[in-house]
Every structure is written in C-alpha cells, then in structure tokens.
C-alpha cells in the first residue's frame, strides 16, 4: 500500500467516525413516562399498598371490622398496645 491509499482509508475511517457520532448525537431517548410522575406514582402506589394492606390484615387476619381500620381510636389502642411491652 503506499501513502495516497493509507491517507484514503484513514479519510474514509474518520468521515465514517464522524457520521456515526453525529447519529449518537441525534439519537435522543423520548421517556413514555417522565421521571417526576414516575416518582408520583411510586408514591401513591406504596400508599396505596400500605392502606390496602392493613385493611387486609385488620378484617382478615384480625377478625375486626372493615370500618374500624380508618378510626383514630383503633390506631391509639394498637400503638398503646406496641408501646405496653417496651
């Protein structure tokens, strides 16, 4: 090979280079779904699990009934309860 062939492919190796970061450039990720609402919603949805989960385990498991869950006397009788102890 002599030195016009190597400056020809070393050229055509650096427009190719350059045409594929130019590409990389361009080639912005579109989010379906944008961070803060992400974060939103993974809040409302550890709420949710937390309200639905003492739900479940105050009528089911404890035998109580499904209103009580919601009163402020339950919650004051069950941390009295934790409380007693230590």
Known sequence: MDQEQKRVSRDAYKKEKRAEQQIKKRFVRIRLIPI?????????L???CAITGTFVGYTIFGN???KDVFKKDTWTHIIDLVNKNS
């Open 36 to 44: 803060w609402l992400r974060i939103i919603l993974v809040t409302l």
């Open 46 to 48: 550890i709420g949710l």
């Open 64 to 66: 109580g009934d499904a």
